[in-house]
């Protein structure tokens, strides 16, 4: 895994421990010599990321819609910033960058693009790893709705394993480095004949 995407928060969220943990998992980035593929941005989690991606001697990748940048958020340290026209447009270039996917805390906008990135892995679109950073337990009641989903049967079991979820940023992209992807998702009960 060379290219790590992450998904996370533009806003520092109530503990700051989210943006700490984003700094360990930056600095682990860096030293493994992976590039961060992100946003772009340089506010909240993302410019956390960044930035201890970077102070690691790291290379960084911003993926920004040209509308965020006239608002005067563009990280103007990256290696490299891609403008882009549209939310869709970055998330597929950031998708068709990246070897495997990091979600950290966040709002919205960083579920979305956790779970079309989930949703693309089990309907075979992309093996790659899909990480979550459950940093100071933020991702447990979401943890707790996958188990619903697949206790439910809206979440075949084999697919349970997509997230893979951690606390350590370490721990995570060791995990991710040894994923294997599932078969892919079918509908199909009987062969025809």
């Known amino acids: 895994m060379k290219y790590v995407a992450v998904f996370c928060g533009s806003g520092n969220g109530a ?14 980035i860096a030293r493994r010599g992976m590039t961060l593929v992100y946003g772009g941005a340089n506010v909240g989690l993302m410019g956390a990321v960044a930035d201890a991606v970077l102070e690691g001697g790291g290379r960084v990748v911003g993926v920004l819609p040209r509308f965020l940048q006239d608002r005067e958020i563009a990280h103007r340290g990256l290696s490299e910033l891609i403008l882009v026209d ?12 990246a070897d ?6 966040g709002g919205a906008g960083t579920l979305e693009e956790f779970f079309e990135i989930f949703t693309w892995a089990q309907l075979g679109l992309h093996r790659k790893p899909c990480g979550i950073l459950n940093a100071n337990g933020y991702y447990d009641p979401l943890v707790a709705m996958f188990d619903h989903m697949a206790q439910e049967q809206f979440l075949q079991e084999r697919y349970r394993g997509l997230a893979i979820v951690e606390s350590d940023p370490a721990k995570l992209l060791d ?15 009987e062969q025809c004949t």
Do not use: N, Q, W
Request: net charge positive.
């Open 100 to 105: 495997g996917f990091v979600t950290m805390p």
């Open 175 to 189: 995990r991710c480095l040894a994923y294997e992807p599932p078969p892919v998702k079918t509908y199909l009960t």
């Open 15 to 28: 503990s700051d421990i989210y943006r700490a943990e984003a700094g360990r998992l930056g600095a682990e």
């Open 86 to 97: 549209s939310m869709h447009e970055r998330k597929a270039l950031m998708a068709e960058r």
